[in-house]
């Protein structure tokens, strides 16, 4: 088992442009989640889902947008950089109470 | 509310003290509270979790504790060891309307010092 794998790891985005962050896990966990964390703060939600085609605001959704088409991925896509949005993205999944976290993309929108 | 732009409470130790770290929620109907360890660089690991239903579970040096009368959690560390140093946070998966959701809570920073 992988677990959670979440790619790249680093990237640097220029204002407006656009990506795709890459979340995939190999346990068939029903849940995932994608968290922002800006330093030195706590994890804020910003979408989550509870199955395949299902998908949920969190706290934070405001320009992000996510699809769940499989169980294992779940892509957290930026439409239009901002520099707000440089931050640390961590992905999660779970089956019952306990989540697994992946390693985290570090974004940098300058 | 929340408290945006502040940084995280911070709370240092000797090591083989004992530490207890707080966590107000506001959700009641949340059906699980769950205490996350964040390493630096890392993503948040699983420590200990318990149900809305009880009020007291215990683990291996750790115990958390649940007051749904005033909407607060606890993590109590036994012998606290400089490995337990990191940036704990408290979590909440929602029931009701909001089910499947998994928030977390401000974070405390832990330092044990030798």
């Known amino acids: 088992n992988a677990g959670v794998t979440q790619t790249p790891k680093f990237r640097i985005l220029k204002i407006g442009q656009s990506m795709t962050l890459q979340c995939t896990q190999d346990?068939?966990?029903?849940?995932m989640y994608w968290y922002r964390q800006d330093p030195g703060m706590g994890l804020k939600l910003i979408y989550y889902s509870v199955g395949a085609g299902i998908t949920d605001k969190g706290e934070v959704p405001n320009g992000y947008n996510v699809s769940r088409s499989t169980t294992e991925d779940f892509p957290l896509r930026l439409e239009l950089a901002a520099p707000s949005q440089t931050s640390v993205y961590f992905c999660?999944?779970?089956?019952?109470?306990?989540?697994?976290f992946g390693q985290g993309t570090r974004l940098t929108v300058v | 509310g929340e408290n945006v732009g502040l940084h995280l409470p911070t709370l240092s130790v000797q090591e083989g003290d004992n530490s207890i770290i707080n966590c107000a929620y506001s959700?009641?109907?949340?059906?699980?509270f769950i205490w996350y360890k964040q390493e630096s660089g890392k993503g948040p690991q699983f420590i200990i979790d318990?149900?809305?239903?009880?009020d007291k579970r215990q683990g291996q040096r750790v115990t958390v504790l649940l007051n749904k009368t005033v909407k607060h959690l606890s993590l109590q560390i036994a012998a606290t060891q400089p490995g337990d140093s990191a940036v704990y946070f408290c979590?909440?998966?929602?029931?009701?309307?909001?089910?499947?959701?998994?928030?977390f809570g401000q974070g405390t920073i832990l330092t044990v010092h030798p």
């Open positions: 979590a909440e998966i929602s029931g009701g309307t909001s089910y499947g959701k998994l928030t």
């Open positions: 318990i149900r809305s239903n009880m």
């Open positions: 346990m068939n966990h029903n849940y």
């Open positions: 959700n009641s109907a949340s059906d699980y």
């Open positions: 999660a999944s779970r089956l019952t109470d306990k989540a697994f």
